[in-house]
């Protein structure tokens, strides 16, 4: 099952993620983002892959 | 002929309607062929944290080597295309052969404008890797730097010199630079930035004449001053590169003209994205060219999907959005906010390096936000933009993040 993750250290807060899909990133108080969920289904793949392509620091990857 | 689709231009724009193209589902071939002969990379940081050093460039890669492979991208780079033949189908390269496609993406973004002036001898501009590589060899050398253009890029020059400890010195003939974007009162304080960090600005004066060599450079303002450098950082915008179009019968007037689907004026199966291309925006009912990363990225994916699905085309209405990175502030700006009438401050009493600007149009709706430090306020006001709303309704949001007293 793939799965989303994020690279705290790398995410620079600039929510671009968050605009692509509210459903599976935020944005903590500290400015860092968070995946509201790691798994996701099949038909989302597309929205998923171009929410991780938005991250301007490459912070988010999809690991199968 | 299988149905080919071929991208003029591997940087951010380009590779994203590679990638789009692939993820949702495109099964024709995909070539992207790029003048450059490095392997695509990323813009943003080569003001930032590749010119100051904490990015190295196979960090700045935009698309990993095995994507390129498993997703069946035929990259082609050191080429140059040269024309276009719409009739044909086809763009030539400079070594030669032409390649038809069915679909074509010109993403071929800008340059940035040349000195005017005479000495070119530690002269620098900044767009490419390579620009960036002298550019950092040489801040590692010098002792002081002048920056000619007070916009993002050379704000952020300006930033990462000084963090190297050179004495920076920054011009722009406008008198508060970043007001042009962000409004006079922002604007203003864009400008005290600079002086809390000890970089001195000329503002509101030209640059009459550069002259001398590396080492020692003289820059000579119109108000009668003479700044002296030993480099000269030239950031004075970019120019469309559109040259290899002009005489394909294409609309180019300051970009490739294209309609709200991206498509190039007149046409079906040409498509502008990225910096280069200047479409009908549905929303501002307007032409605009937008010259920023995210943007180049939304408007990758509407071209995409449009290519796929001709029949169902998306038009392309984004919100706009840029970060920048100076000093110690994170800037973050979404909408509009160029063209605004009014603009409100909001400040986070426990931490003075953090604000939010919001700001409204005539009729008194919200148009725009700009954030410093401050990812959370951003995020909330941005979703906010794609519907009209009062003013007040983001200012509520921002007042709830505040710190409660
Ligand atoms: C130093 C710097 C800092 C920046 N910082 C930020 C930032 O903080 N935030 C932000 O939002 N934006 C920033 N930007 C802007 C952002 O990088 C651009 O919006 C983005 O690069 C646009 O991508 P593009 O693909 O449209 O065009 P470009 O990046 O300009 O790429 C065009 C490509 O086309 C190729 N090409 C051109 N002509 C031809 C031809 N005839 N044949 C073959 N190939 C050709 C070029 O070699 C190039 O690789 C910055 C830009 C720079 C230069
Ligand atoms: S887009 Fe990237 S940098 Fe921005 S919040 Fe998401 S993960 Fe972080």
């Known amino acids: ?64 | 002929m299988d149905s080919r689709t071929v991208i003029v231009g591997g940087s951010v724009g380009g590779i994203r309607v590679a990638q789009a193209l692939r993820s949702q589902g495109y099964t024709g071939e995909v070539t992207v062929i790029d003048a450059e002969t490095y392997h695509p990379y990323d813009k943003p940081p080569l003001s930032k944290s590749f010119l100051d050093g904490t990015l190295s460039y196979d960090r700045l890669y935009l698309i990993s080597e095995e994507e390129v492979r498993d997703s069946a991208i035929d990259l082609r780079l050191g080429d140059r295309v040269v024309g276009l033949d719409i009739t044909g189908s086809s763009v030539i390269l400079e070594s030669g052969p032409a390649i038809t496609f069915e679909n074509l993406v010109v993403a071929t973004g800008l340059r940035a404008r040349p000195s005017p002036w005479e000495a070119t001898d530690g002269v620098h501009l900044l767009r490419t890797l390579d620009n960036a590589q002298l550019l950092k060899e040489d801040l590692l050398g010098a002792g002081s730097v002048v920056v000619v253009g007070g916009g993002f890029i050379g704000a952020e020059v300006a930033a990462t010199a000084r963090s190297f400890g050179l004495e920076v010195a920054i011009v722009d003939p406008l008198k508060i630079p970043i007001g042009r974007v962000l409004g006079d009162t922002v604007g203003e304080r864009f400008t005290g930035l600079h002086h809390s960090n000890g970089v001195s600005t000329h503002f509101g004066t030209g640059v009459e004449r550069i002259t001398g060599a590396k080492g020692n450079l003289s820059v000579e303002l119109s108000s009668g001053a003479v700044l002296l450098g030993d480099l000269v950082v030239v950031g004075i915008g970019a120019v469309p590169n559109t040259e290899w179009l002009v005489s394909s019968g294409l609309l180019i007037d300051n970009g490739l003209i294209c309609d709200e689907y991206c498509r190039a004026a007149g046409q079906s199966n040409i498509y502008g994205v990225g910096d280069v291309a200047r479409w009908y925006h549905p929303g501002y009912q307007a032409l605009v060219r937008v010259e920023h990363w995210t943007n180049a990225v939304e408007q990758a994916a509407c071209v995409a999907h449009n290519i796929i699905n001709p029949k169902e085309s998306d038009s392309y209405s984004p919100v706009s959005y840029v970060w920048s990175d100076q000093y110690d502030w994170k800037i973050q700006i979404a909408g509009e906010t160029a063209a605004a009438s009014d603009c409100v401050l909001v400040e986070d009493p426990s931490n003075h390096a953090r604000f939010a600007a919001v700001y409204s149009n005539r009729s008194g709706s919200y148009c725009g936000v700009a954030t410093v430090n401050w990812p959370r306020a951003m995020i909330q006001c941005r979703r906010l933009l794609d519907k009209e709303s009062d003013i007040s309704i983001p200012l509520n949001l921002i007042t709830a993040l505040l710190p409660s007293v």
């Open chain 1, 1 to 64: 099952m793939p799965i989303i993750k994020a690279d705290l250290d790398l995410c620079q807060g600039y929510a671009n993620c968050v605009m692509e899909d509210a459903r599976f990133f935020d944005i903590s108080d500290d400015g860092v983002v968070v995946v509201l969920q790691e798994e996701f289904a099949k038909e989302d793949r597309t929205r998923v892959e171009a929410a991780v392509r938005s991250c301007p620091v490459s912070a988010l990857r999809i690991e199968e």
